[in-house]
């Protein structure tokens, strides 16, 4: 275990309450929230690092029992864990040994007051309920650490909404999400993720429970940006050469396929060289991410061309953990190629768009053509944006 020499009034008031604490009794499990969050993220297992980089590297701030940090390490991340109290430490460094995971995570001592960990650059930085009764200037705290996030790294804080009934710190008056989300004045290089109110139930001593509120926040580093410590530069953005509107002929049909051709390819464009560990991680709060996309728009491919019904729109927006980039695009691929074989074979753009149902009768062709247009160019769009956001690329 790291440590720092310091003795401090959060040293004082947090070291006897971990005290009793004994590495040969159960862990602590993860915060319910933070390993819902986790899932949301796709955190577990962590996204598979470039080829030639490091493990996955989590930095967890003010860890206490350390069961965050223990779930993490047992998942395939590498996590420093830091806390004031030393005892804390021991007794997580010892559960981390006895349960396998010794290697991946490594305890340091630090009055975050003080000090913080200076080891950057970090793929995630968590703080699950940072709160104190000592006189810290947490928001400071918060903001210094977060310059040691990486480029396409995650910075998430959960903090109390509401008191516990057994909770040392009964009060009412906590702030609203977007107050934390103001507090960490993060910048142009960060994105928001998620900035909510969150219930959940919560579990007490005396087997007591009582449903509780969390602020949770999430934000997203531009890659490209260059943490505060590191020796690497910031990539600069690069840009793909516009391709211009597709030259057709004046024929109705010709002009629909075209333009529907060009979008498509463009859509494709926008998962090139994209690195694998980013193509699931959501770019605005709603959890759209590039991979999600694409798969989407597969299935509105079939769903017009070919009759195949949908039963969960949303689902279709849901990339799971493993399907790769390769596996997706070979999938948009194949219904894109179907679907040119149904519109190849119509000759009245007036006529039905295939022989099945889908969602009531079948759309004609020319419906069919024009929605997929619109659909694929505004989610060529989205593509667009969460792309930049990824790696500063841009270009259509």
């Known amino acids: 275990m790291e440590t720092d020499k310091n003795t401090s009034p959060s040293r004082e008031f947090w070291e006897p309450r971990y005290r009793g604490g004994d590495p040969s009794t159960p862990p602590p499990g993860p915060n319910a929230a933070f390993a819902r969050l986790a899932g949301e993220l796709a955190l577990v297992p962590p996204p598979e690092p470039e080829r030639g980089a490091d493990a996955r590297r989590a930095l967890e701030l003010a860890c206490g029992r350390g069961g965050d940090a223990l779930w993490l390490a047992g998942r395939g ?67 210094r650490v977060s310059r040691s996030v990486g480029g396409g790294g995650l910075l998430v804080v959960i903090d109390h909404a509401s008191s516990a009934p057994w909770s040392w710190e009964q009060r009412d008056d906590f702030p609203a999400p977007e107050e934390l989300w103001r507090s960490l004045d993060l910048g142009a290089d960060w994105t928001g993720l998620v900035c909510e109110r969150r219930s959940r139930l919560a579990h007490g001593p005396d087997g007591r429970s009582a449903r509780v509120s969390d602020n949770v926040v999430v934000a997203r580093r531009r890659t490209g940006a260059t943490p505060k410590g590191s020796t690497r530069t910031a990539d600069a953005p690069s840009r793909r050469r516009d391709q211009p509107p597709p030259g057709t002929g004046s024929a109705e049909k010709e002009v629909l ?72 695009l070979e999938g948009y691929r194949a219904a894109v190629a179907a679907a040119d074989r149904a519109i190849a ?22 419906w069919a053509l024009v929605h997929m247009i619109e659909e694929t160019g505004r989610h060529a769009g989205h593509l667009d944006i969460l792309r930049e956001l990824v790696d500063g690329r841009t270009g259509r």
């Open 77 to 143: 991340w590498d996590v420093t864990a830091v806390d004031v109290a030393e005892h804390a430490l021991a007794v997580l460094a010892e559960r981390a040994r006895r349960a396998g995971v010794g290697d991946r995570l490594t305890t340091r001592r630090h009055d975050l007051a003080l000090s913080v960990p200076d080891a950057g650059p970090w793929d995630l930085v968590y703080a699950n309920y940072f709160h104190t009764p000592v006189d810290i200037d947490r928001d400071a705290v918060l903001r």
């Open 257 to 328: 396929t075209g333009f529907l051709a060009y979008l498509r390819e463009s859509v494709l464009a926008k998962l090139d060289g994209a690195p694998e560990q980013h193509v699931r991680t959501p770019g605005v709060a709603s959890g759209t991410n590039l991979l999600g996309l694409v798969k989407h728009l597969a299935h509105v491919e079939r769903a017009l061309f070919l009759g195949e019904e949908v039963g969960d729109w949303q689902a279709t927006f849901h990339a799971d953990t493993g399907e790769t980039t390769a596996g997706v």
């Open 345 to 366: 074979d119509c000759d009245d753009l007036g006529g039905p768009a295939h022989a099945g149902r889908w969602n009531g009768p079948a759309p004609s062709m020319r």
